[in-house]
């Protein structure tokens, strides 16, 4: 039972907060999935397709959802990812066909991909060939268990534990 203290917001704090933290559930705070954006994809240009796609599927386990050549345009598209393209963000590479090498520059980070347990994750990789950038550990300054991988083309995708 609340008593009169709790149906009013502290001193300082604005009415509509307030009410929203006190009698909303997040659900009603947000629009309906119909009248949000969506992260469609994040997309990487890779110098080798199929060993991309390959490190992708067989280290980290997504799928291929879809692979176009663009001849006139030299190019070639390909969406990876752990679901259906309509209801996740999705991986695309892209292999520019006479383009030999890309600078990663100093603005990309990482992708992040969501794991049962960090550990485990690390030696299914190791095993299948792939390459540990940073050991699984706690994050400096946290306790988040974390650990980054690097694919064939050296971006870093960092694995956390979804619990």
């Not at 992040?112 to 485990?120: K, P, S, W």
């Amino acid at each position: 039972m609340l008593c009169v203290s709790e149906l009013q917001p502290t001193k300082g704090e604005n009415w509509i907060k307030f009410y929203i933290k006190k009698f909303l559930s997040p659900l009603e705070i947000f629009p309906k999935k119909s009248d949000i954006m969506r992260l469609l994809h994040t997309m990487l240009r890779v110098r080798d397709l199929k060993r991309s796609i390959k490190f992708y599927t067989e280290t980290l386990g997504m799928n291929l959802i879809r692979s176009k050549d663009y001849p006139s345009g030299r190019f070639t598209l390909a969406f990876l990812g752990y679901g259906y393209e309509s209801e996740n963000t999705v991986l695309e590479l892209t292999h520019n066909w006479d383009k030999k090498n890309y600078d990663h520059g100093d603005g990309y980070g990482h992708i992040a991909v969501g794991v049962e347990d960090v550990y485990e994750a690390c030696e299914k990789i190791r095993l299948a060939g792939g390459i540990i950038d940073r050991e699984p550990g706690p994050m400096k300054f946290g306790d988040t268990v974390l650990a980054f991988v690097k694919d064939p083309d050296g971006y870093k995708i960092e694995l956390l534990s979804e619990n």
